[in-house]
């Protein structure tokens, strides 16, 4: 009941925290707690002088307010954002103000701030932020520095505000913003402020503009050690520039003289009439590798959020680096519904299945048969599995077996937070890699140097 009370404390504060933020300059912050201070101790005026001093900042922080109401230029400001961002990648959009005004603007600063809404208790009770470690007792039993990180997660992010030193009349500038993105998905900008302080520097006035924006920012991505995973009897009959129309189709190979029973379509009528005699063009089919990339997405209640994000970024890594490749990749996952996807030539660009896993969400419930199920329904199709597991618990360690008693080779790159596991089990057609969340790069280089996996 305690800690509700004081969640409900929080907002109050933050809100707090952000009007004399955005409101007062470094300077008028320090008079505000000059006249807070001088107010305190000098109830008594008989026996202080502080009183006077409590004058003096309170007249000042007065005149201050009153000249930010007078400041009334005239401009706009728009964004120009780019389609996508990448986590942990500096990410830069500009920003053009205009200057509609007869004077020029000087000292003016932009602010523009990603939008979430405010978590609720259930939320932030569940909550665990990685900084508790470092922090005090107190703050951890408080929880408002946590709450504080878990509001700029939630947003993606925080934008540093930009000085600007000059706007000549009627003129337009740009600058640029930067600001590194938290976690994939979409980050949202709901408005974007101008402030100026008045001539006494100490409280700003400030103009929004409501613009209303988003970006979508992918998973981050990892270098990826090359597996050759091709199986005996898995290859596709296909084109390698095919379509996304189904059918049979042959390339190319050379002349060769006629034949009996050679079809009249087949004749290489230049050859024929350079030559005088009939030749015909030889071909020979098509064939296409396919892989699957499965993601497991069940979050056990004992697991944690960066498991589940480190798992997306392995996934889209192999994506992202499937780009170059004369094959076709399925990523095959369960959210609401049973998802497959393919990238290669004639289906989805790499672009379009990246975008689709900055939005992938965990689930709470067990799914692992369901995937396994839109698993064997295409296992035909493939010539060899990437899976991308949480955990190696009971579960995963069945789903694996089932896996291997299909025969179709594979690796697992299993994402655990725990400082060993159980590798004991052996299988037949699967290699097992355990990847740990703090040591994701380093666990992947090491993999360039062993053996490849091969059927």
């Given at each position: 009941?305690?800690?509700?009370?004081?969640?409900?404390?929080?907002?109050?504060?933050?809100?707090?925290?952000?009007?004399?933020?955005?409101?007062?300059?470094?300077?008028?912050l320090?008079?505000?707690?000059?006249?807070?201070?001088?107010?305190?101790?000098?109830?008594?005026?008989?026996?202080?002088?502080?009183?006077?001093?409590?004058?003096?900042?309170?007249?000042?922080?007065?005149?201050?307010?009153?000249?930010?109401?007078?400041?009334?230029?005239?401009?706009?400001?728009?964004?120009?954002?780019p389609?996508?961002?990448?986590?942990?990648?500096?990410?830069?959009?500009?920003?053009?103000i205009?200057?509609n005004?007869?004077?020029t603007?000087?000292?003016l600063?932009?602010?523009?701030e990603?939008?979430?809404?405010?978590?609720?208790?259930?939320y932030?009770?569940?909550?665990?932020?990685?900084?508790?470690?470092?922090?005090?007792r107190?703050?951890?039993i408080?929880?408002?520095?946590?709450?504080i990180?878990?509001?700029?997660?939630?947003?993606?992010?925080?934008?540093?505000?930009?000085?600007?030193?000059?706007?000549?009349?009627?003129?337009?500038?740009?600058?640029?913003?930067?600001f590194?993105?938290?976690?994939?998905?979409?980050?949202?900008l709901n408005?974007?402020?101008?402030?100026?302080?008045?001539p006494?520097?100490?409280?700003?006035?400030?103009?929004?503009?409501s613009?209303?924006?988003?970006?979508l920012?992918?998973?981050?991505?990892?270098?990826?050690?090359?597996?050759?995973?091709i199986?005996h009897?898995?290859?596709?009959?296909?084109?390698?520039?095919?379509?996304?129309?189904?059918?049979?189709t042959?390339?190319?190979?050379?002349?060769?003289?006629?034949r009996?029973?050679?079809?009249?379509?087949?004749?290489?009528w230049?050859?024929?009439?350079r030559?005088?005699?009939?030749?015909?063009?030889?071909?020979?089919?098509?064939y296409?590798?396919?892989?699957?990339l499965?993601?497991?997405?069940f979050?056990?209640?004992?697991?944690?959020?960066?498991?589940?994000?480190?798992?997306?970024?392995?996934a889209?890594?192999?994506?992202?680096?499937?780009?170059?490749?004369?094959?076709?990749?399925?990523?095959?996952?369960?959210?609401n519904?049973?998802?497959?996807?393919?990238?290669g030539?004639g289906?989805?660009q790499?672009?379009?299945?990246?975008?689709?896993?900055?939005?992938?969400?965990?689930?709470?419930e067990?799914?692992?048969?369901?995937?396994?199920?839109?698993l064997?329904?295409?296992?035909?199709e493939c010539?060899?599995?990437?899976?991308?597991?949480?955990?190696?618990?009971?579960?995963?360690q069945?789903f694996?077996?089932?896996?291997?008693?299909?025969?179709?080779?594979?690796t697992?790159?299993?994402?655990t937070?725990?400082?060993?596991?159980?590798?004991?089990?052996?299988?037949?057609?699967?290699?097992?890699?355990?990847?740990?969340?703090?040591?994701?790069?380093?666990?992947?280089?090491?993999?360039?140097?062993?053996?490849?996996?091969?059927?």
């Amino acid at each position: 009941m305690f800690r509700r009370l004081l969640f409900k404390n929080f907002k109050l504060f933050y809100r707090l925290n952000q009007f004399l933020k955005y409101r007062f300059t470094q300077h008028g912050l320090m008079m505000l707690i000059i006249m807070i201070t001088a107010g305190i101790f000098g109830i008594d005026t008989r026996s202080t002088l502080s009183f006077q001093l409590f004058s003096i900042a309170f007249l000042l922080l007065c005149t201050a307010f009153i000249l930010s109401l007078l400041h009334r230029k005239q401009y706009e400001i728009r964004r120009i954002l780019p389609d996508t961002g990448m986590v942990g990648e500096l990410l830069e959009y500009r920003c053009i103000i205009n200057n509609n005004s007869k004077q020029t603007i000087q000292n003016l600063i932009i602010i523009d701030e990603l939008y979430s809404e405010f978590p609720d208790f259930s939320y932030f009770a569940k909550s665990s932020d990685p900084l508790d470690k470092k922090r005090f007792r107190f703050d951890r039993i408080v929880g408002y520095p946590r709450l504080i990180n878990l509001l700029r997660y939630k947003r993606g992010g925080s934008i540093p505000s930009v000085n600007v030193d000059y706007i000549a009349s009627h003129h337009s500038i740009e600058e640029k913003i930067r600001f590194k993105p938290l976690r994939r998905g979409y980050v949202y900008l709901n408005k974007i402020m101008l402030a100026r302080s008045e001539p006494l520097g100490l409280f700003q006035s400030i103009k929004s503009f409501s613009q209303k924006d988003k970006i979508l920012i992918l998973p981050k991505l990892y270098q990826l050690p090359e597996l050759d995973m091709i199986g005996h009897r898995m290859y596709l009959s296909g084109n390698r520039q095919q379509v996304s129309k189904k059918g049979d189709t042959q390339e190319f190979v050379s002349l060769r003289e006629y034949r009996p029973g050679d079809p009249l379509r087949a004749i290489h009528w230049r050859s024929y009439a350079r030559l005088g005699k009939p030749v015909v063009k030889e071909y020979q089919d098509e064939y296409q590798v396919r892989y699957g990339l499965i993601l497991d997405t069940f979050l056990s209640p004992g697991n944690t959020i960066p498991v589940f994000e480190e798992a997306v970024s392995i996934a889209a890594s192999f994506v992202a680096s499937h780009k170059q490749q004369d094959s076709l990749l399925d990523l095959m996952f369960i959210g609401n519904r049973a998802y497959r996807y393919t990238s290669g030539k004639g289906h989805h660009q790499t672009q379009s299945i990246l975008e689709i896993l900055a939005c992938a969400e965990s689930n709470s419930e067990n799914n692992l048969s369901d995937l396994f199920a839109l698993l064997n329904s295409h296992i035909n199709e493939c010539c060899g599995l990437i899976c991308v597991l949480l955990e190696f618990d009971i579960e995963r360690q069945t789903f694996l077996k089932q896996l291997d008693q299909l025969g179709m080779p594979a690796t697992a790159f299993i994402i655990t937070d725990e400082q060993s596991a159980d590798i004991n089990i052996q299988f037949q057609h699967i290699s097992p890699v355990f990847i740990p969340t703090d040591n994701v790069q380093i666990t992947l280089d090491q993999l360039k140097q062993a053996p490849k996996v091969a059927a």
